[in-house]
């Protein structure tokens, strides 16, 4: 004759299946999210072609191979409207106005 498992065994069986399922999501979302983060790394988010990285007044940027737009990193408008320079920068600033920390 087979016993019947006590409820202390079925709980314990469900707690170690319901770890192993949360487990094995957790795993698949962070692959998911590396893969995503791979196949967007460096993309034109306007029309999808690569990105190269060039610096202007000292500090990197990245432009389309495609489009030719470009693209600055957190923090890199806020550094170019800090420069002195003349020229292009009064361009950013005056597109960057009301954008931001003044």
Not at 21 to 47: F, G, I, Y
Not at 63 to 69: D, K
Request: net charge negative.
């Amino acid at each position: 004759m087979v016993d019947k498992p006590s409820r202390n065994e079925d709980e314990y069986f469900a707690k170690q299946s319901a770890e192993l399922v949360k487990s094995r999501r957790e795993e698949k979302q962070r692959e998911a999210r590396e893969t995503d983060q791979k196949l967007h790394h460096m993309k034109c988010p306007k029309c999808g072609n690569d990105l190269t990285t060039e610096s202007y007044h000292g500090i990197d940027v990245d432009r389309c191979t495609g489009c030719a737009g470009m693209w600055l990193d957190a923090g890199e408008a806020e550094d170019l409207l800090r420069r002195e320079d003349a020229g292009v920068i009064n361009i950013f600033r005056s597109i960057m106005k009301g954008v931001g920390p003044s």
